[in-house]
Nanobody, 114 residues
Framework: QVQLVESGGGLVQPGGSLRLSCAAS????????MSWYRQAPGEERELVAS????????NYADSVKGRFTISRDNAKNTVYLQMNSLKPEDTAVYFC???????WGQGTQVTISS
């Protein structure tokens, strides 16, 4: 059974940091580009960052460039999203996604508020 399990979300103050993890089971993610998406209330789901299977290439939404870093540890079958200098507009549910397989995790809530 394929599962993507996100963790690491929470409530932090503006300017704070969080590190999200996406642990895969039931398949090996090393062969796939992985992505993080987010969805704020009343908004469409948007791409935040992607990383190719070897980690060579990464891309980011303009809104998070310079603040977020996507990475992966294929040995641990896990993808990460390091989020720094968080802003209230980063508040959303964050999802892990495997584009080629259309796999989605259940999401983890990130709330930025003072």
């Amino acid at each position: 059974q394929v599962q993507l399990v996100e963790s690491g979300g929470g409530l932090v103050q503006p300017g704070g940091s969080l590190r999200l993890s996406c642990a895969a089971s039931g398949f090996t993610l090393s062969g796939y580009t992985m992505s993080w998406y987010r969805q704020a209330p009343g908004e469409e789901r948007e791409l935040v960052a992607s990383i190719t299977n070897t980690g060579t290439y990464k891309n980011y939404a303009d809104s998070v460039k310079g603040r977020f870093t996507i990475s992966r540890d294929n040995a641990k079958n896990t993808v990460y999203l390091q989020m720094n200098s968080l802003k209230p507009e980063d508040t959303a549910v964050y999802f892990c996604h495997v584009p080629r397989k259309a796999y989605w995790g259940q999401g983890t809530q990130v709330t930025i508020s003072s």
